[in-house]
């Protein structure tokens, strides 16, 4: 069963950067960043098929940057000019059929970073 565990969250000013990392123990299928913000349902932010294809949601288009090794099954978010409203929980998720970052795609999920932007 695939294992997911996110890294790289934490605490930045608007305007700012992070970059968070998934690792996926050995899958290379569909993947995606989700988030969630209290009291607001899990949405989609990226994702990416085994062969680099991506979608991204509107909201994060030209800030948001995601990639993937698959030699070390690594999948990544690069995140520049941060808002407040991207601060949430993300989510790593694997996911099988159409790829795109829809949540019902996906059924294994990490535990979760934090991120947030003041």
């Known amino acids: 069963q695939v294992q997911l565990v996110e890294s790289g969250g934490g605490s930045v000013e608007a305007g700012g950067s992070l970059r968070l990392s998934c690792e996926a123990s050995?899958?290379?299928?569909?993947m995606g960043w989700f988030r969630q913000a209290p009291g607001k349902e899990r949405e989609g932010v990226a994702s990416?098929?085994?062969?680099?294809?991506?979608s991204y949601a509107d909201s994060v288009k030209g800030r948001f940057n995601i990639s993937r090794d698959n030699a070390r099954a690594l999948v990544r978010l690069q995140m520049t000019s941060l808002k407040p409203e991207d601060t949430a929980l993300y989510y790593c998720?694997?996911?099988?059929?159409?790829?795109?970052?829809?949540?019902?795609?996906?059924?294994?999920w990490g535990k979760g970073t934090q991120v947030t932007v003041s």
């Open positions: 998720a694997a996911g099988e059929g159409e790829c795109v970052p829809n949540p019902e795609v996906f059924s294994t």
């Open positions: 050995g899958y290379t299928g569909c």
């Open positions: 990416i098929d085994r062969s680099g294809t991506i």
